[in-house]
């Protein structure tokens, strides 16, 4: 039996060993193709040095990039049905979920929590595009209002960051009544007379632009994001025109007067603790 031992066990063991992840030390940038290394990029808040390109935040690095440390309280969001629709396409719905839930580690495409923002109170709702390209059904919905109603109930500012490719048509007629829930939810903070930031990030489009993330008190956007409702290829293609190459982006917005300011991630802290100080008239 020592061949056993020796030779076939061995070969086994070799067989079925799953290999440790390689550790990445560099990455590329998506806009100009530059290496970056790893940890600088970490550093810079995923912006690239070479090109400013602003990469996307997870949610969580987000609130732990904007609120103070130590003072960040997760909001718990109600759970709902997951496939309302028993929907399918090349695969179950219900199964795409699952794959989105074990990549991020997350229940869906929001995150809420409370905390501290150079010492000034808010709620932050923010999007993560890793889930299912940030898309908006009823989870997220239901997290809209659970935001806009714990501002209220702690009497504090609501910032929501959104970064969506839109209503989630797996949830059909389901997902486009976010739209208006969510709207009443924003309107509900603005009765309470509470400041309501849109922090716009690449990208915002479809059914997010068409509803709370275009009702801001001020709108900031990233620098690149694009922001829009329907794509450009389709827009060009309706109106028979050749569309500016800057249209849709941030800048673009901002020149029409969509958009309030562009702000680059690194001051991003600073100037909305400055905003939520002047428009509660703080004086911490």
Same mark, same amino acid.
């Given at each position: 039996?020592?061949?056993?031992?020796?030779?076939?066990?061995?070969?086994?063991?070799?067989? @079925?060993?799953?290999?440790?992840?390689?550790? @990445?030390?560099?990455?590329?940038?998506?806009?100009?193709?530059?290496? $970056?290394?790893? =940890?600088?990029?970490?550093?810079?808040?995923?912006?690239?040095?070479?090109?400013?390109?602003?990469?996307?935040?997870?949610?969580?690095?987000?609130? *732990?990039?904007?609120?103070?440390?130590?003072?960040?309280?997760?909001?718990?969001?109600?759970? @709902?049905?997951?496939?309302?629709?028993?929907? &399918?396409? &090349?695969?179950?719905?219900?199964?795409?979920? =699952?794959?989105?839930?074990?990549?991020?580690?997350?229940?869906?495409?929001?995150?809420?929590?409370?905390?501290? $923002?150079?010492?000034?109170?808010?709620? !932050?709702?923010?999007?993560?595009?890793?889930?299912?390209?940030?898309?908006?059904?009823?989870?997220?919905?239901?997290?809209?209002?659970?935001?806009?109603?714990?501002?209220?109930?702690?009497?504090?500012?609501?910032? @929501?960051?959104?970064?969506?490719?839109?209503?989630?048509?797996?949830?059909?007629?389901?997902? !486009?009544?976010?739209?208006?829930?969510?709207?009443?939810?924003? *309107?509900?903070? =603005?009765?309470? &007379?509470?400041?309501? $930031?849109?922090?716009?990030? %690449?990208?915002?489009?479809?059914?997010?632009?068409?509803?709370?993330?275009?009702?801001?008190?001020?709108?900031?956007?990233?620098?690149?994001?694009?922001?829009?409702?329907?794509?450009?290829?389709?827009?060009?293609?309706?109106?028979?025109?050749?569309?500016?190459?800057?249209?849709?982006?941030?800048?673009?917005?901002?020149?029409?007067?969509?958009?309030?300011?562009?702000?680059?991630?690194?001051?991003?802290?600073?100037?909305?603790? %400055? !905003?939520?100080?002047?428009?509660?008239?703080?004086? %911490?």
């Amino acid at each position: 039996m020592n061949w056993i031992k020796e030779t076939v066990l061995p070969k086994f063991k070799a067989f @079925v060993k799953t290999k440790e992840p390689e550790k @990445v030390l560099w990455i590329k940038c998506k806009s100009c193709s530059q290496m $970056i290394f790893h =940890k600088e990029f970490y550093e810079s808040f995923n912006v690239c040095k070479a090109c400013d390109f602003h990469d996307h935040l997870s949610a969580k690095e987000r609130i *732990n990039f904007i609120f103070d440390k130590n003072s960040v309280e997760e909001v718990i969001l109600p759970k @709902v049905k997951s496939d309302p629709l028993d929907f &399918k396409d &090349k695969k179950k719905y219900s199964d795409r979920l =699952k794959e989105a839930q074990n990549k991020t580690s997350l229940d869906d495409a929001l995150v809420v929590s409370y905390g501290l $923002i150079n010492g000034q109170p808010a709620i !932050l709702a923010c999007f993560d595009f890793s889930f299912m390209a940030g898309s908006m059904g009823r989870y997220v919905g239901d997290g809209l209002i659970l935001a806009s109603k714990e501002a209220i109930k702690r009497k504090c500012s609501l910032i @929501v960051v959104p970064s969506s490719g839109g209503a989630r048509m797996q949830e059909g007629i389901f997902s !486009l009544m976010q739209m208006p829930r969510s709207t009443i939810a924003i *309107n509900n903070v =603005k009765k309470a &007379k509470l400041p309501y $930031i849109v922090l716009l990030a %690449n990208p915002t489009t479809g059914g997010v632009t068409a509803s709370f993330a275009m009702l801001g008190d001020v709108h900031i956007a990233e620098p690149g994001a694009i922001i829009g409702f329907a794509g450009r290829r389709v827009i060009e293609e309706t109106v028979k025109e050749k569309l500016p190459d800057d249209f849709q982006t941030a800048e673009y917005l901002k020149s029409h007067g969509m958009v309030d300011i562009v702000i680059p991630r690194s001051e991003q802290k600073l100037k909305i603790s %400055n !905003l939520l100080r002047s428009l509660t008239h703080s004086s %911490n």
